[in-house]
């Protein structure tokens, strides 16, 4: 098998991540990984935010700001909200930025910018590093794509969790092929 088979193979997210995280120069080695995702007419209907640092602490706080929104209420503890960002030295946020198209239509603009975040895993995990890819209430929240200063058309794909494996968990067990395919027509 090829290398990048096997190592989609041996893909696994892994929730336990410390420092080091990336450095500058591989960070946009891997970034441009995530520009090489199909791209009908080259929109290029994503972009990245990278946070690290006092980012981390100043995530948290918009995160736990949502927790008492009186249109649309988080369902989590202020605290915990506060800590999500601080289980990795690094998150990279996918934000699907659509372009007005008439051959293009805003659903293949979703999937590209989410199988760039893909490739964007894909190649930090062979350059050494974990990640673990999370969404949830938090992806969704008004508050939160206005406080990380998306447009309104713009949607958060994901939030990258990135740094270094502090301990792997145990294998996941993955579905037969045969599970999943079938063959057409009948």
């Not at 995530?59 to 202020?78: N, Y």
């Amino acid at each position: 098998m090829t290398d990048v088979i096997d190592a989609i193979l041996n893909r696994a997210s892994e929730p336990r991540l410390i420092a080091p995280a990336p450095d500058r120069a591989l960070l946009d080695r891997v970034l441009a990984c995530a520009a090489r995702a199909p791209d009908h007419a080259l929109l290029r209907p994503w972009r990245y935010l990278v946070i690290e640092g006092e980012g981390l602490d100043a995530l948290g706080e918009l995160f736990a700001s949502a927790a008492d929104d009186a249109d649309q209420p988080l369902g989590a503890d202020r605290d915990k909200l506060r800590r999500m960002p601080l289980r990795a030295p690094m998150m990279i946020v996918g934000i699907c930025s659509p372009r007005p198209h008439p051959k293009v239509p805003e659903i293949e603009q979703m999937v590209s910018a989410g199988v760039g975040l893909g490739y964007l895993l894909l190649a930090l995990e062979s350059a050494g590093y974990g990640a673990m890819w999370r969404t949830g209430d938090v992806a969704y929240h008004p508050r939160i794509r206005d406080g990380l200063g998306l447009d309104p058309e713009e949607r958060i794909a994901g939030f990258l969790y990135v740094g270094t494996v502090e301990s792997r968990k145990p294998a996941v067990p993955r579905p037969e092929v045969a599970d999943f395919v079938s063959r057409w027509p009948r």
